[in-house]
């Protein structure tokens, strides 16, 4: 079956012009010279065991960001998935607290911490209210050096690893 559509009014008095170039489509234009990104002021620190600290001060809002990587990602895994494994298995419960207890305490402290894993390393990110700092530091602590690392919390991570990567 063949439709037609009516023209409507509102398109009766409309012509096509083809638009004209004034530059040949056959060659490729030259390159511009690229503009420099204004960075912020930067500070940078080396602290004594060799690690170092790039960081920025921004005064609008009273909030820290950290953020601590190793270079351990998934490229030197052994077998794919280990590090995605290992950073879920960082935010699940400690030896002191549930995931959900962690979970509220820093809902209330208006702050985050999580783990992440990427092609080229393991990473750590922190971000809190100023005021709430420390006491996000104390929740950092506890994830990062007081893992449960029960087996159902392992089977849990594991199943929702292998579902993502296959």
């Known amino acids: ?28 234009p030259a ?3 690229a ?10 620190s080396n602290f004594n065991n060799g690690d170092k600290a790039i960081g920025i001060n921004n005064n609008d809002i009273p909030k820290v960001n950290i953020q601590f990587t190793m270079p351990i990602g998934h490229r030197y895994e052994p077998k794919s998935g280990l590090a995605v494994l290992l950073t879920s298995l960082m935010e699940e419960s400690k030896k002191k607290h549930s995931a959900e207890e962690i979970g509220n305490i820093l809902e209330r402290l208006g702050s985050e911490v999580s783990f992440y894993a990427n ?5 750590l990110y922190i971000s809190a209210l100023k005021q709430n700092l420390d006491s996000t530091l104390k929740i950092a ?17 594991k199943k929702r690893t292998v579902r993502w990567y296959y």
């Open 119 to 123: 092609d080229n390393e393991v990473g």
């Open 31 to 33: 390159a511009k010279v």
């Open 35 to 44: 503009k420099l990104v204004p960075l912020p002021n930067y500070w940078t």
């Open 141 to 157: 602590e506890e994830m990062l050096f007081m893992p449960k690392f029960d087996q159902e919390d392992f089977e849990s991570v």
């Open 1 to 28: 079956m063949k439709e037609t559509i009516e023209a409507k009014a509102e398109y009766k008095n409309l012509s096509y012009t083809e638009p004209k170039d004034n530059f040949d489509r056959s060659k490729v």
